[in-house]
């Protein structure tokens, strides 16, 4: 019984992960991003260590996924995202902070 419970936990740990990817894979976040290299935009691992230990973190990533933004990583700007729901925003950003896993 208790591996059954394990394994059931594990499960949906992972599940939150897969359904982060597919938010992401779905607003075209991969088009400009990948988990550990940089494409256009710079890569969610370089974004997580960049945000470490920030209390301010997460908001600020929802805002700048929502409002776009240029100059922090380079000259090409980061198109806003505002079809996105707030909630979704910070799900992506959160996400992202983790290091995408």
Known sequence: MKKLTAITLLALASTGAWANADLAKKNNCLACHAVDKKIVGPAY??????????????????????????????????????????????????????GAK
Do not use: C, F, H, R
């Open 45 to 98: 691992q370089d974004v997580a260590k960049k945000y470490a230990g920030q209390a301010d973190a997460e908001a600020n990533l929802t805002k700048s996924i929502k409002a776009g933004g240029s100059g922090k990583w380079g000259p090409i700007p980061m198109p806003p995202q505002a079809q996105l729901s707030d909630a979704d925003a910070k799900t992506l950003a959160a996400w992202v902070l983790s």
